[in-house]
């Protein structure tokens, strides 16, 4: 099956620096790549997605690049808020197959 | 739209009591996915239906755990007898074919 990698596990910047999580995954199938953000107490939200047909994907400040071939995808915050500080997963899926599988995590902190 | 919708939010009981928790999935999506997260193990795949049917329940930790789905907008996780492990929070999450899971604001289970 599916297994993603995620680093850092943990990630402290200064606010208006960017910040930058690595994923990586095994199954060369997989062709869906969504990141969540989870507050703290609060709910996994998705906030940006990719699929295997673009390398990049921006969305304001959060942007995600993908390299099939290396198998890895990375999300990127720039000119970071202290309110960008959460719990951050990626995830990867074969299209139609359903089940997401995630990486572990990665903590985010923003000092003002 | 409601989002996914699950109850209750809090939950305290004594181990070897039973304990059930309930989602309602968006409506339209047809795939619900129950999930349980803590800080050693991270986010868990449980159990995921798609059509109110389950497909895969290998990340059912035992026999106290059991789940259903009786129609599209509604379905149990139920765990009998409870233990202090099964201490976590509980997300329910919901997609239609597109892929994208929308998480539920989760049930806080502390069993005593």
């Known amino acids: 099956g599916e297994n993603v990698e995620q680093h850092p596990s943990t990630l402290s910047v200064q606010e208006g620096d960017s910040a930058v999580i690595k994923c990586t995954y095994s199954d060369s199938a997989s062709n869906y790549f969504p990141w969540y953000k989870q507050e703290l107490g609060k709910r996994p939200q998705l906030i940006i997605d990719?699929?295997?047909?673009?390398g990049e994907k921006k969305d304001q400040r959060i942007a995600v690049t993908l390299n099939k071939t290396a198998k890895h995808f990375s999300l990127h915050i720039t000119e970071t808020q202290p309110e960008d500080s959460a719990v951050y997963f990626c995830?990867?899926?074969?299209?139609?197959?359903?089940?997401?599988?995630f990486g572990k995590g990665t903590m985010l902190l923003v000092s003002p | 739209d409601a989002g996914v919708i699950q109850s209750p939010r809090h939950e305290v009981t004594e181990m070897g009591q039973e304990v059930t928790l309930r989602c309602k999935p968006i409506s339209g999506h047809n795939s619900l996915f129950w999930y349980r997260q803590t800080m050693m193990r991270g986010l868990e795949l449980l159990i995921y239906f798609n059509n109110n049917v389950p497909i895969d329940d290998s990340g059912m930790p035992e026999d106290r755990f059991s789940a259903k789905m009786p129609n599209a907008s509604f379905s149990t996780l139920k765990i009998q007898p409870s233990e202090p492990r099964d201490s976590a929070v509980y997300f329910c999450?919901?997609?239609?074919?597109?892929?994208?899971?929308?998480f539920g604001p989760g049930t806080r289970l502390l069993v005593l």
């Open positions: 995830a990867a899926t074969l299209s139609g197959y359903s089940t997401l599988t």
């Open positions: 999450a919901s997609s239609s074919v597109q892929e994208t899971q929308y």
């Open positions: 990719i699929r295997s047909n673009v």
